[in-house]
């Protein structure tokens, strides 16, 4: 008896993965819930673990190949029925050789009605039969969230060019269309990708062509979609941070002591940046259409750097936490990162972003929105400058700041009040803890 392998659900507007690796081949002993294979979505990295212990009977998808929640990746096998294991289907095998326009016609050509007739954006999902994997969904087919944002919005999904497998569109090329107005939905298509020109041959025997990650890829389309999207700008400031830098000298060890973690500069910034956007409305708001939401709440998203890539991991409900509780989020979520444990959770619902690129050295850097937020703050390295204190010049440990925000929604005027309203609390962080 097999036992099919699936893929789990992937979580909120996360509509495919793409297989990272395999861990064990056909054949292999297998135990109840051991890793089986690496799938990498456009958020985090996850593993599919045994559903059942035997041996790895045949697999239906391969390492690069695209898949959807709820597709067979394999099955496992009895290990004491002494079946023989199953060779691979033959739909199965060329699946991923099939054109657009072949799997359309034999859809077309296929004489069950319930093939042919699949409700709208659903295929593919929930189907748990042996040859899920070989149905994958034609062009302009494109699930159920597309088709649900193209009722509300009006925008044509035909009109939008998609970045999913095999041109489908996706929710946030969706997303990015509608924000863009109905006129503007095809001009992705007046931009196409120019070749790469060839390398000498003496240069081209000394490159190295290694493949992006899924994670590498989604990070460049967002962060070119963001800049395409947005009428972005940024407005710098700069902040003395000696009070702070007092206070976090003054109290850490006994701050460790009681709260079991680090008192970093993060927590202080995180309660700065929430009184900044209570202040400042139009920051914690986005472009939903013709609309735009103000979000009462604030989910703050910390960058976090990792060997494969930028996550923003959320700290939800940020303005309910206390400076301890903010730097115990952000330390188990560094930990999680480092680790590849981060979550799908862990990833969603951000309504601002703060970035440290003072960390790795940065003095100044315009960070890019991350969408369809419409607002960040980055953070640089403390450094001594002279500065003129009550008619003298005096050293002290400077940060610039710099806010990058989205000029449909936040005018000029608030993105400056925004940046000072922080600086003012970083220099006097006694606002922080009185509510000022």
């Given at each position: 008896m097999a036992t099919d392998i699936l893929v789990p659900t992937l979580g909120e507007s996360v509509s495919e993965a793409t297989i990272g690796r395999w861990f064990k081949k056909p054949g292999d002993s297998v135990a109840a819930d051991e890793p089986l294979v690496e799938l990498e979505t456009d958020k985090v990295t996850l593993e599919v673990n045994a559903p059942a212990a035997g041996e790895l009977g045949e697999i239906l998808v391969k390492d690069g190949e695209t898949v959807e929640p709820g597709a067979v990746l394999g099955s496992i096998v009895d290990a004491t029925a002494g079946a023989k294991k199953p060779e691979p289907k033959a739909a199965a095998k060329e699946a991923p050789k099939q054109t657009a326009e072949t799997k359309a016609e034999s859809r077309s050509e296929s004489p069950k009605p319930a093939e042919a007739k699949a409700p709208e954006g659903g295929a593919g999902y929930g189907n748990h039969s042996e040859a899920a994997p070989a149905q994958q969904r034609p062009v302009g087919d494109n699930g159920p969230a597309v088709a649900k944002l193209a009722r509300e919005s009006g925008v044509d999904p035909s009109g939008v060019n998609g970045s999913g497998k095999d041109g489908r569109v996706t929710k946030g090329d969706m997303l990015g269309a509608?924000?863009?107005?109905?006129?503007?939905?095809?001009?992705?298509?007046?931009?196409?990708?120019?070749?790469?020109?060839?390398?000498?041959?003496?240069?081209?025997?000394?490159?190295?062509?290694?493949?992006?990650?899924?994670?590498?890829?989604?990070?460049?389309?967002?962060?070119?979609?963001?800049?395409?999207?947005?009428?972005?700008?940024?407005?710098?400031?700069?902040?003395?941070?000696s009070a702070v830098m007092a206070m976090r000298s003054q109290y850490k060890d006994i701050f460790e002591k009681k709260h079991g973690t680090k008192l970093g500069f993060m927590g202080f910034f995180t309660k700065a940046v929430i009184g900044a956007l209570k202040d400042v409305p139009a920051v914690n708001a986005e472009i939903d259409g013709q609309d735009l939401v103000y979000k009462n709440y604030y989910h703050i998203g910390i960058a976090v750097g990792t060997d494969k890539g930028l996550v923003v991991p959320v700290v939800r409900d940020a303005d309910d936490l206390s400076i301890a509780g903010i730097e115990k989020k952000i330390a188990g979520f560094g930990k999680k990162a480092r680790?590849?444990?981060?979550?799908?959770?862990?990833?969603?619902?951000?309504?601002?972003?703060?970035?440290?690129?003072?960390?790795?050295?940065?003095?100044?850097?315009?960070?890019?929105?991350?969408?369809?937020?419409?607002?960040?703050?980055?953070?640089?390295?403390?450094?001594?400058?002279?500065?003129?204190?009550?008619?003298?010049?005096?050293?002290?440990?400077?940060?610039?700041?710099?806010?990058?925000?989205?000029?449909?929604?936040?005018?000029?005027?608030?993105?400056?009040?925004?940046?000072?309203?922080?600086?003012?609390?970083?220099?006097?962080?006694?606002?922080?803890?009185?509510?000022?």
């Open positions: 509608i924000a863009k107005g109905p006129a503007a939905a095809p001009a992705k298509e007046a931009r196409p990708s120019l070749p790469r020109a060839p390398s000498a041959p003496d240069d081209a025997s000394r490159e190295e062509r290694v493949r992006m990650t899924k994670l590498r890829q989604t990070i460049a389309r967002r962060l070119k979609d963001a800049q395409d999207t947005a009428a972005m700008l940024t407005t710098f400031n700069d902040v003395d941070m680790e590849g444990k981060l979550s799908i959770e862990d990833m969603q619902g951000g309504t601002f972003t703060i970035t440290n690129g003072g960390i790795y050295g940065s003095l100044m850097s315009t960070p890019i929105l991350n969408a369809p937020q419409s607002g960040i703050l980055g953070m640089h390295r403390i450094e001594e400058r002279p500065v003129v204190r009550n008619g003298k010049i005096e050293a002290r440990p400077m940060m610039y700041l710099a806010l990058s925000y989205d000029h449909r929604i936040v005018d000029g005027k608030e993105a400056v009040t925004f940046l000072v309203r922080v600086k003012e609390a970083l220099e006097d962080p006694a606002r922080l803890v009185l509510d000022l």
